[in-house]
C-alpha cells in the first residue's frame, strides 16, 4: 500500500519539478532550473529509497539460501550504486549542456567498476586454467 | 514530505533575483545586477548541496559503498 501511495507522490513531484524547470530555465538565471533537476532527481531517489533496500534485504537472504558468496553478491550491489550514481551525475552535465564532462565521468565510474570486477575475472579465470591443466 | 519544499524555494529564489536584477538594469547599476545573480546562484547552491550530501549518504548506505 505505501508503495501504490508513493508512485503517485513521485508523479506529481516530478510534474511540478519539471514544469518549473522548464520555466526557470528561460529566465535570467538558468542554472537555478538546472538545481532545481537536480533537487527533484534527489527527491524521486529519496521517495524510492525505503523500498529499494527491502529488495535488496530480500535479494540477500536468497543469496545466503542458496549459498552463493556473499562477497560477489556484495560486488555486484556495489557496481550497480556505482554505475546508478554515476549515470546521475553525468545526466546533469550532460542537461547542462556540458557532454565532455558527462563523459569523463562516465569514464570514472567504469574504471572504477573494472576495479570492482577485477577479483571475480580472476577468480574465472583460474577456474578455466585450472580446467584446462 | 518538507524537503519539497526546496523546489518551491528555487523557484522564488529566481524569480526575485530576476526581478531584482531587472530593477538594479533598468536603475542603470549594471554592477550590482550581476551581483545579484551571483549572490542568488550561491544561495541556490548552498541550499541544494546538503541535498546532495543526503543522497551520497543514502546510496552509500543502500549499496554498502565504502
Known amino acids: 500500500m505505501a508503495s501504490f501511495a508513493s508512485i503517485f507522490t513521485i508523479i506529481g513531484l516530478a510534474i511540478v519539478a519539471s514544469m518549473l524547470a522548464v520555466f526557470l530555465s528561460e529566465g535570467r538565471l538558468p542554472v537555478i532550473g538546472l538545481l532545481v533537476t537536480i533537487a527533484a532527481g534527489i527527491l524521486i531517489f529519496l521517495q524510492i529509497l525505503p523500498q529499494l533496500s527491502q529488495v535488496l534485504q530480500l535479494f540477500n537472504s536468497l543469496a545466503d539460501k542458496v549459498n552463493i558468496n556473499t562477497y560477489y553478491f556484495g560486488t555486484i550491489l556495489k557496481i550497480i550504486g556505482i554505475a546508478y550514481i554515476a549515470e546521475f551525475g553525468a545526466q546533469v552535465c550532460r542537461d547542462a549542456g556540458q557532454g565532455a564532462i558527462a563523459l569523463k565521468v562516465e569514464f570514472a565510474a567504469k574504471v572504477g567498476i573494472i576495479l570492482l570486477a577485477m577479483p571475480i575475472m580472476a577468480a574465472i579465470i583460474q577456474s578455466v586454467l585450472r580446467l584446462l591443466s | ?66
Do not use: C
Not at chain 2, 519539497?4 to 524569480?15: E, K, M, S, W
Not at chain 2, 531587472?22 to 545573480?37: C, H, S, W
Not at chain 2, 541556490?44 to 548541496?49: D, I, P
Open chain 2, 1 to 66: 514530505m518538507q524537503d519539497t519544499q526546496i523546489i518551491f524555494f528555487l523557484t522564488a529564489l529566481a524569480i526575485a533575483v530576476t526581478v531584482l536584477h531587472t530593477f538594479l538594469k533598468q536603475a542603470g547599476r549594471d554592477e550590482y545586477a550581476y551581483l545579484t545573480l551571483v549572490v542568488g546562484l550561491a544561495i541556490g547552491l548552498l541550499k541544494v548541496l546538503p541535498v546532495i550530501q543526503q543522497l551520497f549518504d543514502g546510496v552509500q548506505s543502500v549499496f554498502k559503498l565504502y
